[in-house]
Structure formats: structure tokens, C-alpha cells
């Protein structure tokens, strides 16, 4: 057996693994920064003008706020900044997800320290000056809702559509499907995703089309001449190949009926990006708050307004022990997923899956494989293959994975092992 490593050509690109949406989150992190400065010095300079104390410390209330915008705001600009600085041996892509990670520790912190002041109100109330309270409140609620909206956008909702389905699911896009008009009816023939990797699914599209009773093949033939069979067995209503089918899904594909030969073409779609993780946690961080801010303000309106209207002056600490645990629960689910990042926790099946699809379509065997998160919408990998064509090296799987969405780094060590010889007994 011969091993062979990797090569200089994997080192033929950069190490910028920053999300799509980078500089326009920092944009919008440094206006809702602004936003929040300008009220925190309306606020305390008002406070002091007019003597409410009650203003004064909802303007530093609002400099923590700011703060916590700050925090996510300096991580973006660093980050950008040192995109190209060697001594980031992966890149920066991480450090969103460790302010992210800082953020939802000071969640934690803000969530108890309101949780404290509850119940040390419950257990001993204090007079509330409604006239004050109740209208800062507003202020602070329509500082959030404008806060949320500077900040609103898909960079936060980023899904790693991860899909899991039962047996039965149907989950094939409109443009994954393509139908063929034959004698005996028409067809359709799509990219089926059940789990990951997607396989060919070839069922009747009208009444009166029979599905054939024996496999049949389906040939792709890729830009580059390439060519793969795939049999379609009978599972259910419908034929599935039992091979997956390697990313991208741009090819022709020769479906052979018992009618004849019927040809279509697929094409690669942004969608087909399933299993990537594009969250950008820095920005999630920053929308938690805005919105925990939100619903603090929302809880306390209708705490203080029950308070003053039917005298219930205990709804006012209540309210803010159901703050407390929204926030807590949301900074838990911030910390498990910046911290699994940090760790670089195998961010999932997805893209492991994807790697083995690929490989052992190719009729090798991996042996190792370690997959993990470098920022918004990359992973980087790292394989170990045997393999028995002794002319494979890594830059024949660098160019095999360099197909698939996401994977933007990759080393890989090739272990050639020789066929065995085969003796004739007689």
C-alpha cells in the first residue's frame, strides 16, 4: 500500500470563510448602535433636565443595550478586517459565533439579574410611579420594535435544511421534477431527497401509465463527459435508484423505458445547498436581544397597566419572572449551538453524508472523516480513502468534492492499495 498526501494545489484558494451577508449585518448592527446611543442620551440627559430617575436608569438600561450591539458590531468589523490574516489558520468565520457566544452568556446574566429583582419585589413591593413607568416602557418597546426591523432580514432565520422524512414523505421541488411523454403515458422523473444523498424517483404522472415491472436505468451524462448508470427498482408505487446521486445536479439524464430512450436535462439551483449551516450567529445574538428587550418591554406594559387598573401590584414582579425565563431560554439555545461551533462539534449529518456519497461512488472506501463548521455557509473537512486505482491521488477527490456546496476546505490522504493478483488454480 502507498499513501499519497495533500497535494500544493489544495492550498490554491483563500481562507475568507465570512458569511454572505457580512458587511450588510455590520451595517445594520452599527445604525441599531446609533439608534440606541441617541435614546441613551436622550433618556439620561432628560432624567437629569427633568429629575425622573425612573428615565435615568432606563437610559443606562439602554447603554447596556448598546453594549451588547457593541459587542457584535466589533466582531463583525474585526472579523472582516483580518479576513486575510494568515495567523487565522481557518479564517475568521468563527469569530461571529464566539461574540455570539459572549452575547448569550450576558443573556444568561441579564435574565437572572431580572429574575433577582422580581422576586425580591414579590417578596417585598415597592411603590411604582405609573405615570413614569408606563410611558417609558412604551418608548423602550418602540426603540425595539425599531431596532428589530433595522436588524430584520434571512441572515438571522438561515436554516440548515437538514430535512429528516419518514418513509413515505414526498419532498421534490417543482424543478427537480421533469416529465416524459411516452406510448404508455407520461412520467416523472425527479431528484427525490429522502434524507441525504438524493436519489432518482421515476413514478406514473397520469391515469392509465404503468410503471414497468422490471428495473430500468437512468444514465447522467455531466458538461464534462462523465457518465453514471443508476438502476430504478420498484419500491412502492414508484422506482428508486438505490445509488445515490453525487452533487452538482447538472446533467443530462438518458432514461431507458421499454418504450425507448427518453432524454432530460437538470440544472443546479442555490436550493440544492441542503445541510448547510448559513446561521450567522453574531447577528442571531444581536436580534435575541433586541427582541428579549421587545418582550421584557411587552411584559411589563401589561404588568404595570393590571397594577394600576385593578391594583395587582404583584403582576408587575410576575411579569418579569416570565421575562426572566424567555430570556434564559433563549440563551441557552444561543450558548448549545455558538458553543458546539467553538468546539467544532460535527455540525451534522448533511454534509458527512454528502463526502461518503461522493467517495464511495466513486468506488472507493473512506476510512476517516471529520467534518465541522468554519463560518456562515462553510465547512472544511478533513478524509482518509483507500482506494485501488493507484493513479488517484487528492487532487482527484479535491476536484470530485469541489462540487458540493459549502465545502470550502478540504485535505485529503489517499491510501493506494494494489488489486490482488489473480491465480489461475489448474
Not at 432624567?47 to 448598546?66: E, P
Not at 441525504?196 to 415491472?213: D, H, I
Request: proline residues 4%; hydrophobic residues 45%; negative net charge.
Amino acid at each position: 500500500m502507498s499513501d499519497f498526501y495533500d497535494t500544493p494545489f489544495a492550498m490554491d484558494h483563500d481562507h475568507v470563510f465570512l458569511g454572505p451577508g457580512h458587511e450588510k449585518n455590520e451595517r445594520k448592527t452599527w445604525a441599531v448602535i446609533a439608534l440606541c446611543g441617541t435614546m441613551m442620551l436622550v433618556e439620561i440627559i432628560g432624567g437629569n433636565l427633568f429629575g425622573s430617575l425612573a428615565l435615568v436608569a432606563d437610559g443606562l438600561h439602554m447603554s447596556t443595550h448598546a453594549g451588547a450591539m457593541l459587542i457584535a458590531a466589533l466582531a463583525y468589523t474585526y472579523a472582516r478586517k483580518h479576513a486575510n490574516d494568515t495567523r487565522f489558520v481557518f479564517g475568521t468565520g468563527k469569530l461571529g459565533d464566539l461574540a455570539g457566544f459572549t452575547s448569550a452568556i450576558i443573556l444568561a446574566m441579564i435574565a437572572m439579574l431580572i429574575g433577582y429583582e422580581a422576586i425580591s419585589r414579590f417578596m417585598s413591593p415597592v411603590p411604582i410611579r405609573f405615570g413614569e413607568a408606563i410611558p417609558i416602557a412604551v418608548v423602550g418597546l418602540l426603540v425595539n420594535v425599531v431596532s428589530a426591523w433595522l436588524l430584520s432580514g434571512d441572515d438571522h432565520h438561515g436554516h440548515s435544511h437538514s430535512h429528516g422524512h419518514d418513509d413515505h414523505a414526498e419532498h421534490s421541488h417543482d424543478d427537480e421534477v421533469r416529465h416524459i411523454e411516452t406510448a404508455g403515458g407520461v412520467f416523472a422523473l425527479s431528484i427525490f431527497e429522502e434524507g441525504v444523498p438524493p436519489v432518482f424517483r421515476l413514478q406514473a404522472q397520469a391515469e392509465g401509465a404503468q410503471l414497468p415491472t422490471q428495473a430500468i436505468t437512468v444514465t447522467t451524462i455531466r458538461p464534462n463527459g462523465a457518465r453514471q448508470d443508476f438502476t430504478l427498482s420498484r419500491t412502492s408505487d414508484f422506482l428508486e435508484s438505490t445509488t445515490a446521486i453525487p452533487e452538482p445536479y447538472a446533467f443530462m439524464a438518458v432514461v431507458r423505458l421499454p418504450e425507448g430512450e427518453y432524454s432530460v436535462a437538470f440544472e443546479e439551483h442555490d436550493h440544492h445547498a441542503h445541510g448547510i449551516d448559513t446561521r450567522d450567529h453574531n447577528m442571531r445574538a444581536a436580534y435575541i436581544h433586541v427582541i428579549a428587550d421587545a418582550a421584557v418591554s411587552v411584559l411589563a406594559i401589561i404588568g404595570l397597566l393590571l397594577a394600576k387598573t385593578f391594583g395587582w401590584m404583584w403582576m408587575d414582579p410576575v411579569a418579569g419572572m416570565v421575562g426572566a425565563l424567555v430570556i434564559a431560554n433563549w440563551s441557552y439555545g444561543l450558548v448549545r449551538n455558538t458553543g458546539g461551533i467553538l468546539m467544532d462539534i460535527n455540525p451534522g449529518n448533511a454534509m458527512t453524508d454528502k463526502v461518503r456519497a461522493v467517495v464511495e461512488t466513486a468506488g472507493d472506501r473512506l476510512i476517516d472523516l471529520h467534518v465541522w463548521r468554519l463560518g456562515p455557509g462553510h465547512y472544511g473537512a478533513v478524509i482518509s480513502v483507500i482506494t485501488q486505482e493507484s493513479q488517484r491521488g487528492p487532487s482527484f477527490y479535491h476536484a470530485m468534492l469541489r462540487q458540493l456546496k459549502g465545502l470550502s476546505h478540504l485535505t485529503v490522504e489517499v491510501h493506494a492499495q494494489r488489486r490482488a493478483a489473480l491465480v489461475d488454480g489448474n
